[in-house]
């Protein structure tokens, strides 16, 4: 699995977005604008997949993941 994240405009900072996907479906998810608060900045964002980064492997590289976004990663991940 991988994770959607995002930039936060503010802060620079990879947020997780709260979607996990593989590489292969990532192209169904629809460009419609979403938002998501940001535990990073505080502010809320409007994003879409089309500026959204997928991420794969390393659960360490998104900043400010919410702790049960990580654990639950980690155990599908099959590393918790």
């Given at each position: 699995m991988a994770m959607v994240?995002?930039?936060?405009p503010?802060?620079?900072?990879?947020?997780?977005?709260?979607i996990e996907t593989n590489a292969a479906?990532?192209?169904l998810i629809?460009?419609?604008?979403?938002?998501?608060?940001?535990?990073?900045?505080?502010?809320?964002h409007v994003w879409s997949?089309?500026?959204?980064?997928?991420?794969?492997g390393d659960l360490d590289g998104a900043d400010d993941m919410p702790v049960e976004w990580t654990s639950r990663l980690a155990r599908l991940a099959g590393k918790g």
């Amino acid at each position: 699995m991988a994770m959607v994240v995002i930039r936060c405009p503010a802060t620079g900072r990879r947020v997780f977005t709260g979607i996990e996907t593989n590489a292969a479906s990532v192209n169904l998810i629809p460009p419609i604008n979403t938002r998501l608060t940001c535990p990073s900045c505080g502010d809320t964002h409007v994003w879409s997949i089309l500026e959204a980064e997928l991420m794969v492997g390393d659960l360490d590289g998104a900043d400010d993941m919410p702790v049960e976004w990580t654990s639950r990663l980690a155990r599908l991940a099959g590393k918790g």
